[in-house]
């Protein structure tokens, strides 16, 4: 008898499983149709505040803070008008108070809204989440930005963006000139790019800014199918921030495992421990900004 009713709660989990799968899109038994069609970056900018049955709970969140490590998530997220920007709100997920030497933060640009220009030798790198934007020069040309288009401004380049309705992570530090070497102006879009070879790794990799001596940093889409992940367990020098665009899985940073789904951001400061495993049914996706070909000690 006890056998019997053991079985008979199993498979009423399982129906209740299924039917909430079926009828639900979120939640602790549910999961996403691979039929369901969504804008690009959908969960991204509408992401899963936290899980069904912890929601209500005060205090919740899964939100880190380590001294070399942080996972901010999109429950913690505090929006306020952003400095120098018109009609935009502004989270700042990455700052220097917390060891990094960039920001990196999400801005929501509303009705008429214009962006202001970033400090003196401030260099600044947008991607598009959700929206439109149109990116102007002082020179009179204007680009049009869709989402998985980008654009790399170098330091002291005049330059406004302008939407009604979108939303960027924008990547800001300061420039590390190097004599002989001047950034350009970089407008593109991800598909754009080719996938790199990737010696040791299955992931898919595109660089989104060019590799050579004049830029300091570069910017990185990673793909990940269900079940892959990193071969390498990296400790380097480099500093990362991460938005994960797509996709579930787990991140290892120092002696710490922590689910991550899209919309969540992490900072990696030099040599912690990282390593990423993709879960799930879908593609995981995400954005990584790399600072590069800088001697350390300057």
């Known amino acids: 008898m ?10 009423a989990l399982f129906i209740l499983c299924d039917l909430r799968i079926s009828f639900s899109k979120q939640g602790f038994c549910s999961a ?3 039929l369901e069609s969504q804008p690009l970056y959908w969960k991204a900018t509408n992401p899963t505040l936290s899980p069904a049955h912890l929601r209500e709970l005060p205090g919740f969140t899964r939100s880190v803070y380590e001294k070399d490590h942080a996972l901010i998530t999109p429950e913690s997220h505090v929006f306020g008008p952003l400095p120098d920007w018109v009609n ?6 990455i700052t220097p ?14 009705e008429n809204s214009k962006s202001g220009l970033p400090p003196s030798d401030v260099e600044r790198f947008l991607f598009v989440l959700q929206g439109v934007v149109t990116l102007s020069e002082m020179t009179g040309l204007n680009h049009k930005l869709e989402v998985d288009s980008y654009a790399y401004l170098p330091p002291n380049l005049e330059h406004s963006l302008k939407s009604d309705s979108a939303i960027l992570i924008v990547f800001e530090r300061r420039h590390a000139y190097l004599e002989n070497h001047m950034a350009e102006l970089i407008v593109g879009s991800t598909d ?9 790794e299955v992931f898919e990799l595109r660089k989104l800014l060019p590799t050579s001596l004049a830029y300091d940093f570069n910017i990185h889409i990673m793909d990940f199918q269900p079940g892959e992940f990193l071969n390498v367990k990296e400790v380097h020098y480099n500093q990362h921030g991460l ?14 495992w922590y689910p991550v789904e ?11 421990p990282q390593w990423y495993g993709a879960l799930g049914k879908l593609r995981s996706r995400y954005l990584l900004y790399k ?6 000690l300057l």
């Not at 935009?88 to 997920?93: D, E, S, V």
């Not at 754009?192 to 040791?200: A, S, Y």
């Not at 938005?243 to 710490?256: A, D, I, K, M, P």
């Open 192 to 200: 754009e790019q080719p996938v790199l070879e990737t010696p040791g």
């Open 2 to 11: 006890e056998s019997f009713s053991v079985h008979s709660l199993l498979l």
């Open 262 to 272: 899209a919309g969540d951001a992490i900072w990696m400061a030099p040599f912690v």
């Open 291 to 296: 600072d590069v070909n800088r001697n350390p």
């Open 88 to 93: 935009t709100l502004g989270a700042y997920l």
């Open 243 to 256: 938005l994960l665009l797509e996709g579930q899985g787990v991140y290892r940073l120092g002696n710490s």
């Open 32 to 34: 996403p149709s691979i």
């Open 97 to 110: 108070p917390m060891g990094s030497h960039f920001v990196m933060y999400l801005a929501k640009m509303q």
